[in-house]
């Protein structure tokens, strides 16, 4: 019998994951309906967008098939059917991973990430490897062996990053959902210049396992798609705790429906807009957004009131030595003797061996970090830079939970701007890593955070709200984020023109 | 504080770098911005106490030897290996 709903007969890629998913368990549509609308989606736009790393349809093909049978046996599964797209720092069993370096170039794990595991556990379809900064290092997507991403508002802008192929994909409708992880603002960050919203959880809600590591007590694995109950649904697949990780919270997790519970939510939240991310850097446009956005909040009821996190002034420079220290250490791994990239100069012994392929295999960007990091964990410079940088840590944990005792949450803007042209801040380190300046705080302290789009500047290109509230208190995190998206309708109201700035745009309504 | 070419070069041998001249003055010039944006840091006052937050913990598990079944995966990857053996240059020198 057929049992297609009317509605079904056409995929239009307007569809949430959690439609998607909802028709695909009622076999209402088939799997391989969804999934060949994406693939002829992703075949059209991966060059122009160099969202992808690595792409292949019979993988695909092969997990739909499995899928089909899963389902014929009756077997209920959350995410069924639903392409996802996964950086390219998340290992994927058999499937090169490469963190976009050359000194992986040919690396395939022997073992899928945990995250991958559940998601390939829930039902969904591992839709290729994304395009991203080398090893997560960079704010633009712009630092791959791979090439530079396009941003689908504007294909002369950077797509923020690094999880910039990520987010472009979602943002270009060719995935409903990608994984992304955050270092520093990684998800957030490309998510508001991409339009769509972007999630990192807390520290520890998402095993870190199977995740190439930069800088191991600030990454966390995130969601990106272009609706909150999206990123609500993937996060009850892959926040669980893994004893293979060993900074896995061993508590139990809020189930889909707590995590989007408008219910059980408070009735009236209290909520900081911080000022310190509203100061220098921000662009006035940016800024105009937020006040938009708390005027909306208070027309609503909500309290909002600004809160200082006095601290913060000094994340910037904290968060460089803790990182740079952390993966000067990681990335001491890449020495072309195990596996990856090996040189093929004549060495006379081990240490040029190591020399070499690490001097070939890493581009500048990782370079400069890895010595940077190596510099300040070195004698006579260790207590001045990395043990200060620690005490500013605290400080600014400190700062923050002492403004959760006043608020329940936290807002401010996600990036100071909008996506910029390529190459534009190439020239200039500090330049770009000030575009971190709104959400390294919670990577310092470990506190969940969201992006949402919630405006265009004067270049039609997207502005992205921020939402950060205590730690493990996602379902509050998730309501807010929730009114505001409904009140803004940015999805809606606002689509990608696929064009560069040179070009006809064509922009909904 | 003002980096030097010295400075530079010990923190690329500390890496296990090399570098050209060109990229040694390039990474002289940037580590020199971003050492002068952190110098704000000068201004923290240094009392404030230590360590992390006190919410994250380390879970630790049973120290269990368990069996990989991924050796000869792994072994595959090696860009060099001989009977189960990563191949290396010569480590010691002949006498």
Same mark, same amino acid.
């Given at each position: ?100 370096s050359k000194i992986l170039k040919d690396y ?146 809020? &189930?889909?429906?707590?995590?989007? !519970?408008? /219910? #059980?939510?408070? $009735?009236?939240?209290? =909520?900081?807009? %911080? &000022?310190?991310?509203?100061?220098? !850097?921000? /662009? #006035?446009?940016? $800024?105009?957004?937020? =006040?938009?956005? %708390? ?5 609503? !009821? ?29 990335l001491a791994r890449f020495d072309g003797v195990r596996y990856g990239y090996r040189s093929s100069s004549s060495v006379?012994n081990l240490e040029q061996l190591y020399q070499a392929s690490r001097s070939e295999g890493f ?147 | ?15 296990h770098l090399i ?58 990857q090696a860009p060099q290996a001989?009977?189960?053996?990563f191949v290396v240059p ?6």
């Open positions: 019998m057929d049992k297609r709903a009317p509605e079904a007969s056409k995929l239009d890629f307007q569809r949430s994951a959690e439609e998607l998913v909802s028709l695909v368990r009622r076999r209402q549509i088939p799997v391989k309906e969804v999934v060949d609308s994406y693939k002829a989606k992703t075949k059209d736009l991966r060059e122009k967008l160099n969202t992808h790393v690595f792409y292949d349809e019979e993988s695909i093909d092969f997990q739909v098939k499995d899928l089909e049978k899963r389902l014929d046996l009756g077997h209920e599964l959350v995410l069924a059917g639903l392409p996802i797209l996964v950086k390219d720092n998340i290992c994927t069993k058999g499937i090169p991973t490469t963190a976009s395939r794990p022997p073992e899928d990430a945990f995250v991958v595991q559940k998601i390939r556990e829930a039902g969904g379809i591992i839709f290729g490897k994304a395009n991203c900064d080398e090893f997560a290092m960079g704010s633009s997507n712009e630092n791959s062996f791979f090439g530079p991403v396009s941003n689908p508002w504007d294909l002369n802008c950077v797509p923020g990053g690094s999880s910039g192929g990520s987010a472009a994909a979602v943002a270009a409708a060719m995935v409903p959902i990608s994984i992304g992880s955050d270092t520093g603002g990684s998800v957030r960050q490309p998510a508001a210049m991409c339009g769509v919203v972007g999630l990192k959880p807390t520290y520890g809600y998402v095993s870190r396992r199977g995740l190439i590591a930069y800088a191991s007590s600030l990454d966390q694995i995130g969601p990106i798609g272009t609706n909150v109950r999206d990123l609500a649904l993937v996060l009850s697949v892959i926040g669980e705790h893994d004893s293979l990780d060993s900074t896995s919270n061993k508590d139990p997790r809020p &189930d889909f429906k707590t995590l989007v !519970g408008w /219910s #059980s939510a408070p $009735k009236k939240l209290r =909520i900081g807009l %911080v &000022d310190e991310f509203m100061g220098e !850097g921000i /662009s #006035s446009q940016v $800024k105009s957004s937020m =006040i938009e956005c %708390v005027e909306l909040l208070k027309g609503h !009821g909500y309290v909002v009131e600004n809160v200082s996190i006095p601290n913060l002034k000094y994340s910037l420079a904290a968060y460089y030595i803790i990182a740079t220290a952390e993966a000067s250490s990681n006379r581009s500048s960007e990782v370079k400069k970090r890895i010595m940077l990091g190596t510099f300040v964990l070195s004698h006579g410079y260790y207590e001045a830079y990395y043990g200060k940088a620690n005490k500013v840590r605290s400080a600014i944990s400190r700062d923050f939970n002492e403004a959760f005792r006043s608020y329940d949450l936290l807002i401010g803007p996600t990036s100071p701007v909008t996506a910029f042209s390529k190459g534009e801040k190439r020239q200039d380190a500090l330049s770009m890593y000030l575009l971190d300046i709104c959400t390294i705080a919670a990577n310092l302290t470990g506190i969940p955070s969201i992006s949402i789009p919630c405006g265009l500047d004067h270049k039609k290109l997207p502005i992205g709200l921020q939402i950060l509230g205590n730690r493990f208190q996602e379902p509050a995190l998730l309501s807010l984020a929730q009114i505001l998206e409904s009140e803004l309708k940015f999805s809606s109201r606002f689509k990608p023109s696929l064009h560069s700035s040179q070009e006809n745009k064509s922009f909904l309504p | 504080m003002l980096i030097t070419s010295q400075m530079v070069d010990k923190a690329a041998k500390l890496a570098l050209t001249s060109q990229e040694q003055e390039w990474f002289q010039k940037e580590l020199q911005s971003i050492f002068d944006y952190m110098q704000l840091l000068s201004e923290f006052p240094g009392d404030l106490g230590e360590g992390k937050s006190e919410d994250q913990e380390t879970h630790m598990r049973a120290d269990v030897a368990v069996r990989s079944s991924v050796i000869e995966t792994m072994m595959g001989a009977n189960q053996m010569r480590v010691v020198d002949k006498a």
